[in-house]
């Protein structure tokens, strides 16, 4: 199975793609002048340069897991994107380019901690989904398990501008969620509380 | 509230069970005392901060209900965005509810809601949102405000999450950010039907800060 992100496989080119939409998490925090100092923080590349000093290799771990997560989401929207009708595959395209741009950031934060990311799965489980409802499905369900496990994370990473950048990229699986719960015919946020078990 | 994640509580006798004060010398256990006082006045200046970042938590999102109040009370929205939109207003007062809590048993006094459309409107001029409340002129217009101020609650959350100490706080203003973000996904999708890059732009979600 196509993994998806050898789209994006190297570090330079989804950062430089994250630079030029100026959206990253990175960037966001540099705003606060909390990666970088000085004349640092104002740059966005001085910025990203410097976010490597905020990151703990203790959490490198946890990182990687997530990473292997959004790898194998990315596999799913790769799998499943050919068999949508519109307009959920144009939506399913945009998912995928957003979960590549997860895996993008989580290997800058890997890099940013001195570690070494986690090397990609010749193949994922994915239940061998035959249908848009399945496909859906699959992809609804590795949503729900990111967002579990971001959760699970975030109260374990240090420090707080790492936790704000990872759950920018979990708001993100949740607003993936909702949008995909719409497209099933469900309610798109049941719950006040995001958990990932609905 | 639990204080899961905050700095670990030192008591008197924990201290005691470390060894601080164990060889019961005048100057350990002046020693200990000490210890025992620059840890209460960290642990209070962490509460502190974190009834700090609440407050302003409960702020921004009395906000956001009182804008769901008064739009949904008017006849500006069509059948589709009324139907996406009235269920969002409960979890607004869900994330009121238990952050007041939170944020009461830290010691705090939750902030009063806006009094009046006038006073919400000088809030959201405050916080650099270009509508107002007091000046809409039909459904589209209504959908922009919302997803404007959704995205500040967002802002808000994240930058919190930047400041808070204890760690089950963190937890519960992420689910909480994530929550507030799937509320701006499906106002962008009332207002973009069927364009996920216009109603979730940016793989990474911070909100305006």
Known sequence: MVTGDEQAPA????????LKRASGAVLG???FGVVGCGSAAKTGQQSVKNAPQSVRSGDVALLNGLLDL????VAAYTAGIPLLLHPEAKTARQFLDEELEHTGELL??????KGIPIARRASYDLAHPRSAADALSLLHSLERAQITAYLGALPRLSPGTVRAAVASILTSDAQHVAILRLAQGEVGAPSAFVTGHE | MSEAGATPRLTRRRLLALGVGSPVLAVGLEGAQLALATAAHAESGVRL??????RRLVSVELLMLYCYEHVLAGSLLDARSRRLITPLRAHEQAHVR???????ALGGTPPAP???VKEADRNLARRGVAGRLGQLTGGRDALFLLLAVEKVVVGAYFVALIKLNDLQLVTLAAQIMANDAQ????????????DAQKAVPSGLVQGTQ
């Open chain 1, 11 to 18: 570090f330079p080119a989804p950062r430089r793609a994250l």
């Open chain 1, 29 to 31: 925090l540099a705003a």
């Open chain 1, 70 to 73: 959004e790898r194998h989401t």
């Open chain 1, 108 to 113: 800058s934060l890997i890099k940013a901690a």
């Open chain 2, 49 to 54: 901060a974190d009834a700090d970042r609440l």
């Open chain 2, 98 to 104: 238990v952050l007041s809590a939170h944020l009461t």
């Open chain 2, 114 to 116: 806006p009094a009046s």
């Open chain 2, 183 to 194: 509320h701006e996904a499906l106002v962008g999708e009332a207002l973009y039907p069927g």
